[in-house]
């Protein structure tokens, strides 16, 4: 019962910590990335509608390409575990015995005596799907993927950016001088920023004013950064 | 010898998987954003320096965002495998029989018979740093993650998105009519992705012309649909 519930506990942490992930990845990057561009072109450029298309394009373009990304990766992570899963069927069939001393090390870095380990094999390899499965999981590492895993995970970045990407445009939809928006958008995607690092912290266990720190800083060394780069060409 | 080799053999192929997941990760979107934001902005503006700037801009927030949050993120892998490690340090010290269970519970899954299982448990608990070493590795699936690689990460990641981001570019540095850039830069963006795709799903084992087609069309619908967003609003 009481490990029951255990396994329980870790599934439901795994399957959060994915859907977290996914909106850290977009979301982290939806506020960092429209925010510096908006930044850059407001150093180089006078017209707000502007910096609101190209914004708008880039949330589109990057919204696309994390979620399709996304989606690659886990398509590929399938792919993956297929293509060893396969290896694995055909080496325990003509290599019984090289997989056998590969289990017998197994145990054998477990810390078990001479005498187990031979136990321990024995057990083991009695059933060809079972030995299968503990070669996947324990020798490569490997856990079979959820396959709904990557379309969700494509629909969940991809939206995570779009919010993300939409707060630091807002000043530029409603303020003409481009360097007043870019004050207006400075302050509140760092606010956002901060916020975000402090819950994303808190989540992974990490030192939630630290982590809103260094969330923040980044973002900022991101629109410093385009800012840099775009009035250096504007004025080349 | 042989299993020494074996283990060479998966440490390598481990290795070599995270810097092609860094630069995959990197040059895919490298090619895609700063590809589908020029393919937008040509067909809302008239100046290809415009958009040579909000390319550069668009780089240098990019590959800042994405090779920094792929050093947060090997970080607070970091952080995370830490605070796991002295919770179970912690668990082993105060409900040993609890843990004790779940140890059990692992070799019960694994198909041992009752007898066995107690002597595996016994032997497997009879070393704390190893008994905690197995809960990390075995119950929770956390390996030791390799300090160096938040670092590591972040300049992959970074330097391969300039790389890729750089190539849609260049025809808007020589031609004067953002149209006809673009027609180029689609030319050679979407030759990149495919010859990119191609290596790519050779090293993931997927077929590899089904994977250049498919990162292919996923640039060419982030240009598309950047291209339509930045159309519309222009025109709205």
């Known amino acids: 019962m009481d490990t029951h519930l255990h396994h329980d506990h870790i599934e439901s942490h795994l399957q959060s910590s994915d859907l977290i ?16 561009l908006a930044a850059g072109l407001s150093g180089a450029v006078d017209s707000t509608s502007l910096i609101v298309i190209a914004g708008l394009a880039e949330i589109a373009a990057g919204s696309i390409a994390m979620g399709l990304g996304g989606y690659l990766a886990g398509k590929t992570e399938i792919d993956h575990y297929n293509s060893e899963l396969k290896r694995e069927y055909d080496e325990v069939e003509k290599v019984p015995e090289r997989e056998k001393a590969e289990v017998k090390e197994f145990f054998a870095n477990l810390g078990f005596s001479e005498a187990l380990q031979h136990e321990a094999v024995k057990e083991m390899t009695k059933d060809k799907d079972k030995w299968v499965d503990f070669m996947m999981k324990y020798e490569l590492g490997l856990d079979k993927p959820d396959p709904t895993r990557a379309r969700k995970s494509a629909f969940n970045i991809g939206i995570s950016y779009i919010i993300g990407g939409i707060v630091p445009l807002t000043p530029y939809f409603f303020v003409d001088d481009t360097l007043q928006a870019l004050k207006y958008s400075t302050l509140i995607t760092l606010l956002c920023l901060f916020i975000f690092g402090y819950f994303k912290s808190k989540v992974t266990g990490v030192n939630p004013w630290w982590g809103a720190l260094r969330v923040t800083l980044i973002g900022a060394a991101a629109a410093a950064c385009a800012f840099g780069v775009a009035r250096l060409i504007e004025s080349a």
Chains 1, 2 share one sequence.
Request: negative net charge; aromatic residues 6%; glycine residues 12%.
């Open 21 to 36: 992930t996914d909106v850290v990845i977009g979301m982290s990057d939806g506020l960092t990335v429209p925010f510096a």
